[in-house]
Each structure stands twice: as C-alpha cells, then as structure tokens.
Nanobody
Framework: VQLVESGGGSVQAGGSLRLSCAAPVYMPSRACVGWFRQAPGKEREGVTAVYTGGGITYYADSVKGRFTISQDNAKNMVTLQMNSLKPEDTAMYYC????????????????????WGRGTQVTVS
C-alpha cells in the first residue's frame, strides 16, 4: 500500500492548512487511516485517524476542535483540515494505514500502522 501525502507548507499562527493522503484503489475498504507527526527532537505522535469502514474518527486531545479528518471514498483520499494552527503544530506529518484484516477500530499508536507515507512538512510561525 503506497500512501502519498500532499498539502504541507508554511503558515502563520492562527492560520489553516489542508493535508491530503492518497491511497491506492486496492487498499482494503475497512482500514484505519491516520495522521501522525514528528517534530525535531521529539517522538512521532498520533494526531487523528479514521476507520474507513464506518467513518468513525479519533483525535488526540491536543488537536480536538481544531483538526478534522475526513474520507473521500470515491477518490481514495483522506484529508486533514487543520485550523487555528499553533507553532507547536510544526512537524513532519505522516499518513499511515492499518490494513490488518481484523481491524475494526483505530488507535493513535505508531506500531499498529503497517503502511506509511513519506511525510509532508508543516511549519507554523
């Protein structure tokens, strides 16, 4: 499964960015697609995820109310809308998928995701 992120960039605090994750058409219809981020000198952390089998979403406390994850099944794409961005949101953002056959809910734990994109940089100043 090849995941490709796009949409990163630089923005001032309080601004917005939209990230997109394109997944291949052969990806299982029931999977978790999540966004993770890693800031310099810090461990990678889970930000949000969506269970594509039912649209259930999950968010880290740090982004609740500011970030929104959504899926577009027709385009095999998952989008992350980030509003009210803060300097502490600065990081490399990665799209990841948990495609294990038994998955029916999502976590924000790195180790449970078996496919990863290369990342896109988000800088908030």
């Amino acid at each position: 499964v090849q995941l490709v992120e796009s949409g990163g960039g630089s923005v001032q605090a309080g601004g917005s960015l939209r990230l997109s994750c394109a997944a291949p058409v052969y990806m299982p219809s029931r999977a978790c697609v999540g966004w993770f981020r890693q800031a310099p000198g810090k461990e990678r952390e889970g930000v949000t995820a969506v269970y594509t089998g039912g649209g259930i979403t999950y968010y880290a406390d740090s982004v609740k109310g500011r970030f929104t994850i959504s899926q577009d099944n027709a385009k095999n794409m998952v989008t992350l809308q980030m509003n009210s961005l803060k300097p502490e949101d600065t990081a490399m953002y990665y799209c990841a998928a948990d495609t294990r056959w038994f998955v029916n809910s999502c976590s924000l734990v790195n180790d449970e995701y078996n496919f990863w994109g290369r990342g896109t940089q988000v800088t908030v100043s």
